[in-house]
């Protein structure tokens, strides 16, 4: 009887494994972060998968109408298309004004930004799985899982109210505080450089003082004072006691959007992978026009100059330096800029209001490469081996650009100071002297040797998780640790109990040994 | 001329990754770690590499007339091969009586057997590098890589004298020391349980309070004391001041013989890979008279028996406990056994010298696996989906039981006192109850679904280090810092101090301030 329960239960189980598991839902972040995940989802879709994007109206780059291979969900939010760029852009500027040599302003000017971010998000966020119309409508779509950007929260409160397992992915979180208190990750602050404190990961002894100042900040501050209206978000709609924070520790899988050709290594767990630079292609043909102008380069080759998505102008005075800057070098620029012409601007520079940034880093011509910073395009850089002039604006932009110049493959500018000869020498120094080849060229091989290609884990997990209705062989036992526990502070406080009470014990006993002996002695004396 | 010097490194670059690199020389152990050693030597033999194998004279199963596609290179050493076996057995032996149930004993008698294994493993070393023909001949032959199991050291050495990489196979080390001061893992103690122990994952407080004790133990004490002597060796040898667990810190990778199937999620770093089961293949068919024994078993099914390649006897006493109890079972059993035939032995129990083990578990007759635990033979049970009976005797076996406990596909019995009637009862739990297998399936699914084959990922690594001279961008910077700086002990004590400063600055002026205002008060009173 029993066995044929256990033969039973094994056809379930494989009856289970061989159902339809295909169907994603997803909840996606804007910008960069979105051209990023797009790629997994054509990857997914391409593979057989149902995926649905959940977006708002206001949403900027997630267009329903740029795709073939996705299904959109467009739930509509009191928030205008415009308002929230505006909030972006604004959210951006504050950012990239922040005083980086004082670091307590540095902090909490920082600090400011991500509780208005957090707002925003949250605002969004309540727009959704308020919508009862539309959480009906994804309960009986019966998905198998949902994948979401961490950066933006909502995505595991989808997957409480729908009841299905979700995976992550997340480039980093401010202070890596996600991956610390909600992943489990473990940034021991003497070697590992905490995310936006700019750090190497070999440090001088001030270096340490400071990385270790970020990690306490993070550590504590941040997270007692920023998560309670998150939480108390979360009770409400699930009506029972809820933190974020532990809502996300129940993540399957955590994507992270990083190498080891990139960033430093770093202490890891089974349930994160490093998947960066999964979004890099083979370069396409470029456009007949600006394919002509790199041909036009002959010898010396193109320096490509973008500063990314989000930032298609400048000053006037700005871009006159730059372009005074450019007018000198033999090579030929392609340049990524939408503002008013510059008058200095020199014969060898295209200006271009979109350029392919990939196709671009992966033309035989390129030689060096003019960018912000930006997660992609570094990845894009190092994917192609082009070294890199970098010119940090906000996030974690000082940080790649940090990164970067540690490995030798970027010298750095700060773009508000730099006059046209630092930028004239920095480019003839990334162009001309082989280190700095050398240098991308190894990352490049690192990046091209990996086991398995980057993108063809993130499906693999994705799937595995809906294959497997979870992922939680991988989980950690830290998660169910309270905080005391967690640091062994009860066992320590036992054994160190134990120990006075031992060393009581014996001085105890050697005092009444003496006493005993003096007692004698002056007994013996007297007689 | 700057560019054509970019141009000829990057060419030079391209022609020294395309220049030979598959030469491979092994530093192997014996037993168990061999057979599993070898699986991954034949897959890179037969992948195009060269692989030469050092061993000694005294080698037991480490054979060179067993195999064609390596070569060996056998060095004399002082030890008879007889002399060698006794010892192995004998320190089987004295680790088979340790007392389980007295912690300080149970620690100091272990450290005892590692003392005897790791002065045998000196001199086994010694032999070999202080044999100056033998390496001259290896220097000759320019080894591209060293490939060792870093449970025996002395391979990291041959790398040092070599000049070249080196990557490690390891299953564990006692206590994970060498993973934590060798390999840079961290042990958080409250929820990874410390091999030796045999504590699960999910601790009490009680548990957790014995896994601190290990911990420590493990973390002072043994490295403190036990190393000196390899130290003082390594030194001499290559004729500077040279530090064991230094040395083995310099290891490009490290391969360990495990995975989440198996054990219990834990912290990592980016130059580990776990690679647990490799060596495990789909069933091979049976030799004629074994099939038809086991055909013959009807729906009933079989029950493999067998306690590992060291041991195939057993006391009289014992062996007719285990052949009464399985007399009473409706299965056929196929038992490894060389001592004399125990009288209760049933009609449905055959005795056999040698069993192909992982072809036996992979037969679809195969109900149950009666173990002593040995990491190959669990390791095959779960990629087959054979739930277990464990009596496990010595080393890692206590602990690899356990772990099969915890996920619930095994019963645990003790060798020495238990009884006919214990041993039926768990038979029939593990056959009986569907939950055993569907756990023991549910872990061999995990075994089978990773993005990769271990013994690609295994044989990847090794190429890589080749192609690469080495991984030095998996490594964490913590190799660089001592044990104040990477604990931040330095940087606490500034910070305190800092602190300490202000507070005691801050009492000072109040304390200033509130005599201020006494003085004034009273002379206000006065007038």
Chains 1, 2 share one sequence.
């Not at 329903?64 to 929230?84: C, G, H, M, Q």
């Not at 970020?214 to 939480?231: G, P, R, V």
């Not at 340049?335 to 008013?340: A, Q």
Request: net charge neutral; charged share 20%; proline share 5%.
């Amino acid at each position: 009887m029993l066995q044929n329960i256990a033969i039973c239960a094994f056809i379930i189980t494989l009856l289970s494994m061989s159902m339809k598991w295909n169907s994603v839902l997803v909840w996606p972040t804007e910008y960069s972060h979105w051209m990023n995940m797009k790629t997994i989802l054509d990857e997914l879709g391409q593979r057989g998968h149902e995926v649905t994007v959940l977006t708002s109206s206001a949403s900027i780059h997630v267009d329903p109408n740029k795709t073939s291979t996705i299904k959109f969900e467009v739930y509509p939010t009191s928030l205008s298309r415009d308002a929230f760029d505006a909030f972006v852009l604004m959210v951006v500027k504050k950012w990239e004004r922040i005083p980086k040599d004082r670091i307590w302003l540095h902090l909490s000017e920082m600090q400011e930004i991500m509780w208005d971010f957090s707002d925003c998000m949250r605002n969004m966020c309540k727009d959704a799985v308020l919508n009862t119309k539309l959480m009906r409508k994804l309960k009986e779509s019966k998905f198998d899982v949902v994948f979401a950007d961490a950066i933006g929260p909502c995505g595991e409160l989808l997957a409480e109210i729908l009841k299905i397992p979700f995976v992550y992915s997340l480039r980093f979180s401010p202070g890596y505080s996600l991956e610390m208190h909600s992943g489990g990750l473990l940034f021991p602050p003497s070697y590992v450089p905490i995310i936006l404190s700019e750090l190497h990961n070999q440090m001088t002894f001030m270096e340490r003082i400071k990385n270790m100042i970020f990690a306490l900040y993070f550590n504590f501050w941040f997270q007692t004072f920023n998560l309670k209206e998150w939480d108390q978000f979360y009770s409400e709609v699930l009506g029972r006691p809820t933190v974020l924070l532990e809502t996300m520790a129940k993540a399957e899988i955590w994507l992270i959007r990083s190498y080891w050709d990139f960033d430093f290594p770093r202490p890891l767990l089974p349930n994160f992978d490093f998947v960066g630079g999964f979004h890099c292609k083979p370069a396409k043909p470029l456009p007949k026009e600006m394919e002509d102008f790199a041909q036009s380069s002959g010898e010396h080759g193109v320096v490509v100059f973008t500063l990314g998505s989000m930032i298609s102008n400048m000053p006037e005075e700005r871009a006159n330096v730059f372009a005074s800057a450019l007018a000198q070098i033999p090579q030929k620029v392609i340049w990524r800029f939408d503002g008013k012409k510059p008058d200095t601007l020199g014969a060898n520079t295209r200006l271009y209001k979109w350029i392919p940034q990939n196709d671009l880093l992966g033309h035989p011509k390129t030689k060096a490469f003019i960018t912000h910073g930006g997660g992609n395009g570094v990845y894009e850089a190092i994917y192609h081996g082009v070294p890199m002039v970098g010119m940090p604006l906000f996030a974690d932009q000082p940080d790649n650009i940090a990164r970067m110049m540690a490995k030798g493959a970027a010298v750095r500018l700060d773009f508000d100071t730099v006059s046209s000869t630092d930028m004239l020498n920095a480019l003839k120094t990334v162009i001309n002297d082989p280190l700095y080849k050398e240098n991308i060229m190894r990352l490049s091989r690192i990046n091209h040797d990996q086991p398995t290609k980057p993108l063809d884990r993130i499906v693999f997990w994705i799937e595995f998780v809906m294959r497997h209705r979870g992922a939680k062989h991988l989980r950690v036992a830290a998660h169910d640790l309270n905080w005391v526990q967690y640091h062994s502070l009860d066992v320590i406080g036992f054994l160190l109990a134990c120990v006075a009470t031992v060393i009581f014990a014996i001085t105890k006993c050697c005092l009444l040994c003496c006493q005993k002996f003096a007692k004698t002695g002056k007994k013996e004396k007297r007689e």
